[in-house]
């Protein structure tokens, strides 16, 4: 009970001391670890001083002299100056919670550690640390930089008129967001693209998952025989690199020399199709190929769960004079679902974002007139066309923010859903 | 009677179904091979079953005077490698961290990993297009590689994470007892147990470089740079007739090795992607 009860306040004395660095720890008697603190935490001040202070500056003015002020270096900067700070509040917090710590540990009596003790637990929770360092660098540089770099883009007005040295960038606030649900070129490209990339997502994926189950079932009859066989060719299109199938499928679907006009619908009778110059026959085309690219995953996926499914649960519908269509009903969608719902919802996500099978058939296009995107274009191919093509980066960088909202929301839902948020080690 | 008769009548329908779908899967196969075979440049005229077949498409492939084909082969090997090599390493070192011990700040990094994994990685885009210019990493090998390491990290670090998890801390702490270091307990005691499904990760971590086309589109520049996909889609875009049959050649090279290693591999692919599916 009494060493429950502290009977002083060394701990808070420790951690007001504390604002200034090192302090608390002189007062908890732990001196060598006092001057790390003070000492790194003034280094850090005075070596980075210069950055910092180039950085906010240039973060906030974007610079002032065309010629001199580079807009986009000024902006790097800015984001290293931020991430600078972060680093260092860090050790702030770190310095104010030890001293805090170890004034407790003296209110409840308890003995202070010794400098090698201290030194033998820097190196056990150390290693943790250590182990981790180089991802999360890397992870800081070449993740959540770009991420943060494309948060600020949104608000600039960098575009090919508009870029440095030549010019400044400046910050325009929430003006590109606004320009593209208000200037009609920018509105309606944006919703029929939207629109487009909607429906492609759910017809697409829609089906590739039907065919994929209903191959499955096809496949895993009792009396089929050749299985093996079946199963290795249906799982040929995922064999192949998509890139190359993708590519393979823009020559068959060219309009003057491609096979499928060529060979197959002259073979039947039926006209050449315009598949290349025609935006409904060019999604047409799309989302037969995503269905013969996507099936084979699913395909074995369901193949797997069929596998698992008791016989006796289909021997019992027998005996209750089920049908067919109910045993797949009743029985086997059910229990797919169950089983690979995470995995189909992902195929969702996927082909949302797929930017590989629209931009290699086509290039997004046919062109469209009064918009500046194709007509098959999606999302993510159309700011492939305004980073790379048109250097309209703010313009980007907005519909970029957008598209990331969109995309986060449905994987926290499905996260939500999977045990992943569960862990109780997370919590 | 009618029982059997039901049955012949679905198989003969499945087999039709069956044998329909095959087709389709083969014809483009076949399609694009016929075509490689071809002696014409471009595909007006051509055949699917050439009768004057010749080799010379993947001759000239393999000339490099006249073709960056096998450079671009060996860049993309070279970064898939790469890749892979410090991808599992950060991914192995970072899933140990996390699955033996508890630290300040545990929590927030897994969080951290958990809303990264849900950005594609070419979200960025254009953050990622502008730094590689104005840094000077643009047309690099490296900033490839690091990117595609970067982008791989967060959702396998996780995969990781819950097959470590299976394996009993009591071995740990045994070793401890025995005397090894925190090192040393990783590299002779959990690391022989992982394998599995540190293989797993290796695999997804050559594949993804080896498919993507939309980060090495955006960093590479010179065609002796180029990747596989870059480099293929380059040959077909810049004048798309006349060099369709060298194209199919190049094609037909990278979807053989590629599919054999594939279906030979594919029961480790599976069980990693369900796990990471189910796993988050």
């Known amino acids: 009970m009494e060493t429950n009860q502290p009977q002083s306040n060394r701990r808070k004395v420790a951690l007001a001391l504390s604002i200034i660095p090192g302090f608390g720890q002189f007062y908890n008697k732990q001196y060598i670890k006092g001057s790390f603190f003070f000492v790194l935490v003034i280094a850090f001040f005075v070596v980075f001083s210069d950055l910092l202070n180039i950085g906010y500056w240039g973060l906030f003015t974007l610079g002032t002299i065309p010629m001199e002020d580079h807009s986009i270096f000024l902006m790097v900067q800015g984001i290293i100056a931020v991430l600078v700070t972060a680093v260092g509040i860090l050790i702030y917090v770190i310095n104010l919670i030890d001293a805090y710590k170890n004034g407790r540990r003296v209110d409840l009596g308890l003995e202070r550690s010794s400098v090698r003790k201290q030194y033998h637990n820097l190196i056990d929770s150390g290693f943790p640390y250590l182990m981790l360092t180089p991802g999360f660098l890397l992870l800081i540089f070449v993740v959540i930089f770009p991420i943060l770099f494309v948060i600020l883009l949104s608000f600039t007005n960098y575009n090919m008129n508009n870029s440095p040295p030549a010019n400044l960038v400046d910050w325009v606030g929430i003006k590109n967001y606004i320009d593209i649900f208000q200037l009609d070129l920018w509105r309606n490209t944006f919703l029929s693209v939207f629109s487009w990339t909607i429906v492609w997502t759910f017809l697409a994926t829609t089906l590739q998952v039907a065919l994929g189950i209903f191959l499955a079932v096809l496949v895993n009859q009792k009396e089929l025989k050749f299985k093996r066989i079946i199963r290795t060719v249906f799982i040929l299109p995922w064999a192949v690199p998509a890139f190359v199938s993708i590519l393979v499928f823009a020559g068959m679907f060219n309009n003057t020399f491609g096979a499928i006009n060529v060979d197959i619908l002259a073979f039947v009778g039926i006209d050449p199709v315009p598949w290349m110059t025609d935006p409904f026959w060019t999604r047409f085309a799309l989302i037969m190929i995503q269905m013969w690219l996507g099936f084979p995953f699913i395909f074995v996926m369901v193949t797997g769960v069929l596998q698992a499914i008791p016989d006796d649960l289909y021997e019992a519908a027998v005996i209750d004079g089920a049908s067919m269509w109910q045993k797949f009903r009743q029985i086997t969608f059910p229990i797919v679902m169950f089983a690979t719902a995470p995995i189909m919802i992902t195929q969702y996500t996927f082909n949302f974002n797929n930017f590989n099978v629209i931009f290699l058939f086509n290039g997004g296009g046919p062109a469209v007139s009064g918009q500046n995107a194709g007509g098959s274009d999606i999302l993510i191919s159309w700011i492939y066309k305004l980073t790379l093509e048109q250097s309209q980066y703010g313009k980007a960088a907005a519909i970029t923010m957008l598209l990331s909202i969109m995309v986060i929301s449905v994987a926290i839902w499905q996260f939500r859903k999977t045990r992943a948020f569960q862990e109780e080690d997370l919590m | 009677m009618s029982m ?41 005229g051509s055949s699917m079953f050439p009768a004057d077949a010749t080799l010379k498409h993947y001759r000239e492939l393999f000339d ?217």
């Not at chain 2, 095959?22 to 075979?37: E, H, R």
């Open chain 2, 4 to 44: 059997k008769k039901q049955t012949l009548i679905r198989m003969t329908i499945t087999y039709l179904i069956i044998f329909f779908m095959a087709v389709v899967i083969i014809y483009p196969v076949l399609w694009i091979f016929g075509s490689s075979l071809n002696p014409g440049n471009s595909l007006s």
């Open chain 2, 64 to 280: 490099l005077e006249q073709s960056y084909y096998l450079l671009w082969y060996w860049n993309t090997l070279k970064i898939c490698l790469i890749t892979m090599l410090i991808t599992v390493t950060m991914v192995a070192l970072m899933a140990y961290s996390f699955s033996r011990y508890r630290f300040l700040g545990r929590k927030y990094g897994l969080m951290t990993f958990l809303i990264l994994q849900m950005i594609p990685n070419f979200a960025a885009l254009i953050a990622i297009y502008v730094l590689a210019v104005v840094t000077g990493l643009i047309d690099t090998h490296i900033a490839l590689i690091l990117i595609y390491v970067g982008g791989l990290l967060p959702m396998n670090t996780w995969l990781a994470k819950g097959y470590f998890e299976t394996i009993p801390k009591e071995l740990d702490e045994s070793a401890k007892i025995d005397g090894a270091g925190h090192f040393r307990i990783f590299w002779s005691v959990i690391l022989p147990l992982v394998k599995p499904i540190l293989a797993v990760i290796a695999l997804f971590a050559f594949i993804t470089p080896f498919t993507d086309f939309i980060l090495a589109r955006v960093i590479l520049r010179s065609e002796s740079n180029f990747t596989l996909a870059v480099g293929l889609y380059n040959m077909i875009a810049n004048n798309f007739g006349a060099e369709f049959t060298k194209f199919a050649a190049g094609a037909v090279l990278i979807a053989i090795p590629i599919s054999i290693v594939f279906l030979s591999l594919q029961r480790y692919l599976i069980s990693g992607l369900t796990s990471g599916g189910t796993k988050g």
